[in-house]
């Protein structure tokens, strides 16, 4: 079955630097989670996605931005990166907001230097 | 969403079930009970949830005490490949803009050989 993909799986960029982060969810899910999860700790969540919308949001920076497209992909732009952002970036879908599971993604590694 | 407390760890002999334990004293009526495992920095997997009855998938069986206060993860022949920390969730069933999974600490289950 066709999971959540994310690009790029690895990703190197220095401090003061912008990245952006993709998510596919899984065909028919509309909806989309990201979570970040840094060295030894748990996931933490960041901000999530409905139909475009955004449906709810955790703990992400202000330097942190992120949008659904019309596709349902996603994306999380990362602006004046400090090395304190190095972590596990997972992306996740759901067929409805808060409803039944999530299925997470293989996320993506981010290493600011 | 409720808190729950899990050990933070375990260790159960391959062959054998691993029952994890979750405590969600303050859970709602309308709060259902999820579990997930992270095997070493791969993607959060989902492995079942439930709201008050006992529930079984092909990977495990959730059992829910009848006061919905705690409950249990059963894996029931336990194998090296389910080494992983797991996590106990507590989330609002549905909507009302809380839908983003709050990971705790969870419990590090080892599987010994």
């Known amino acids: 079955a066709a999971g959540v993909i994310q690009s790029p799986r690895h990703l190197i960029k220095e401090k003061r630097e912008t990245a952006t982060l993709k998510c596919y969810p899984i065909?028919?899910?509309?909806?989309v989670y990201w979570y970040q999860q840094g060295p030894g700790q748990d996931p933490q969540f960041l901000i999530s996605?409905?139909?475009?919308?955004?449906?709810d949001k955790g703990s992400i920076p202000d330097r942190f931005s992120a949008q659904q497209f019309s596709d349902y992909h996603s994306e999380l732009n990362m602006s004046s990166l400090e090395l304190g952002d190095s972590a596990l970036y997972f992306c996740?879908?759901?067929?409805?907001?808060?409803?039944?599971?999530?299925?997470f993604g293989q996320g993506t590694r981010l290493t600011v230097v | 969403d409720a808190k729950t407390t899990q050990p933070p760890s375990m260790d159960c002999a391959e062959g054998r079930a691993a029952n994890l334990p979750c405590n969600h004293s303050?859970?709602?009526?309308?709060?259902?009970v999820y579990w997930y495992r992270q095997i070493h920095s791969q993607g959060p997997q989902y492995i079942i949830h439930g709201l008050k009855n006992n529930e079984t998938n092909e990977m495990a069986s959730l059992i829910i005490t009848e006061d919905r206060k705690s409950s249990t993860l059963i894996l029931p022949h336990a194998t090296l490949r389910d080494t992983a920390v797991y996590y106990c969730?507590?989330?609002?069933?549905?909507?009302?803009?809380?839908?983003?999974?709050?990971f705790g600490k969870g419990t590090h289950l080892i599987i010994q050989p």
């Open positions: 996740a879908s759901s067929s409805k907001p808060g409803q039944g599971p999530a299925f």
């Open positions: 065909p028919r899910h509309d909806t």
């Open positions: 996605f409905y139909e475009k919308m955004q449906s």
């Open positions: 303050t859970i709602s009526g309308n709060e259902y």
């Open positions: 969730i507590v989330r609002v069933a549905a909507g009302g803009g809380a839908d983003g999974l709050t």
